[in-house]
């Protein structure tokens, strides 16, 4: 299984980046349109935030979803060791922002949603006819107005030699959503697991971002893109520093269908059931 490095302003990206998809459910893009600076300073800002103490007035609401959940707050799906790390969901229009940080964020969020859409359609453009005949509407058209994007502020603490025997970081798991757009992580960790059961390490540059699919693509285009599990591992003990990450989910608007069964809002509860979070 062969993930693709593609650079975002090659003639042939889009169909390079669609073949990586289609075979591996991954893809690196380099030379992407967000600013470094701008990411940088994020991870600043949330070093900031998961250091205070102020983070607990903002406790993750058990319904809606937003706001802080505290260290082993969630485990994957099938296992009961909750994952190493703490997170922050931010969701714009309606979630809870940190009063004592800056809006650095919030401007990452509408850059990495504007870029989300243009991939979807790179996505939607390149997907088989029979394929695209699956997607009750196209790929991009299913975030437009969409309330349930959500940008993702996760630290991973330094681990403890109990919990290193345990537990992981992220346990193996696949997104829930049609696509993640994964930027450089401040260290190593993520693995993708491989076709033949091996897990491979995904190793990407400061200015590079991971796209993978997520469980309702893979759904609404009848298994064409595969929703690949992946995790992020333990370090080892002479490299036991914190890690910082910030997924973001792209996700349908509630209403949207996914398949004849399922809509995107009965899809998402079934699986933050899956996760303890619900």
């Given at each position: 299984?062969?993930?693709?490095?593609?650079?975002?302003?090659?003639?042939?990206?889009?169909?390079?980046?669609?073949?990586?998809?289609?075979?591996?459910?991954?893809?690196?893009?380099?030379?992407?349109?967000?600013?470094?600076?701008?990411?940088k300073q994020c991870y600043d800002d949330w070093e900031f935030f998961f250091k205070s103490e102020k983070k607990n007035?903002?406790?993750?609401?058990?319904?809606?979803?937003?706001?802080?959940?505290?260290?082993?707050?969630?485990?994957?799906?099938?296992?009961?060791?909750?994952?190493?790390?703490?997170?922050?969901?931010?969701?714009?229009?309606?979630?809870?922002?940190?009063?004592?940080?800056?809006?650095?964020?919030?401007?990452?969020?509408?850059?990495?949603?504007?870029?989300?859409?243009?991939?979807?359609?790179?996505?939607?453009?390149?997907?088989?006819?029979?394929?695209?005949?699956?997607?009750?509407?196209?790929?991009?058209?299913?975030?437009?107005?969409?309330?349930?994007?959500?940008?993702?502020?996760?630290?991973?603490?330094?681990?403890?030699?109990?919990?290193?025997?345990?537990?992981?970081?992220?346990?193996?798991?696949?997104?829930?959503?049609?696509?993640?757009?994964?930027?450089?992580?401040?260290?190593?960790?993520?693995?993708?697991?491989?076709?033949?059961?091996?897990?491979?390490?995904?190793?990407?540059?400061?200015?590079?971002?991971?796209?993978?699919?997520?469980?309702?693509?893979?759904?609404?285009?009848?298994?064409?893109?595969?929703?690949?599990?992946?995790?992020?591992?333990?370090?080892?003990?002479?490299?036991?520093?914190?890690?910082?990450?910030?997924?973001?989910?792209?996700?349908?608007?509630?209403?949207?269908?996914?398949?004849?069964?399922?809509?995107?809002?009965?899809?998402?509860?079934?699986?933050?059931?899956?996760?303890?979070?619900?």
């Open positions: 299984m062969k993930i693709l490095t593609i650079d975002y302003n090659d003639y042939n990206f889009s169909r390079n980046f669609v073949k990586s998809l289609h075979d591996s459910g991954f893809a690196i893009i380099k030379n992407h349109s967000v600013s470094q600076t701008l990411i007035d903002y406790l993750f609401d058990y319904e809606k979803q937003d706001g802080y959940f505290p260290f082993k707050s969630e485990n994957a799906k099938d296992y009961r060791a909750k994952d190493l790390k703490e997170f922050y969901h931010i969701y714009p229009n309606w979630g809870r922002y940190p009063d004592f940080i800056n809006d650095n964020a919030l401007i990452l969020f509408n850059t990495l949603i504007n870029l989300g859409k243009n991939l979807l359609e790179h996505i939607h453009n390149y997907s088989p006819p029979e394929i695209v005949g699956n997607f009750s509407i196209p790929l991009y058209e299913m975030i437009d107005n969409s309330n349930q994007n959500l940008l993702r502020i996760i630290h991973y603490p330094p681990i403890n030699e109990e919990d290193r025997e345990n537990a992981l970081r992220a346990a193996p798991h696949a997104d829930i959503n049609l696509i993640t757009l994964l930027l450089a992580g401040s260290s190593r960790g993520l693995q993708v697991k491989t076709k033949d059961g091996n897990w491979l390490d995904v190793d990407f540059k400061e200015n590079e971002l991971v796209v993978n699919i997520g469980d309702m693509l893979q759904l609404c285009s009848n298994n064409y893109y595969p929703s690949t599990l992946h995790r992020v591992i333990n370090p080892i003990e002479s490299k036991n520093i914190p890690r910082y990450s910030m997924p973001f989910f792209i996700h349908p608007r509630k209403d949207i269908q996914l398949s004849k069964e399922l809509t995107a809002n009965q899809y998402l509860n079934q699986r933050l059931r899956d996760l303890g979070l619900k």
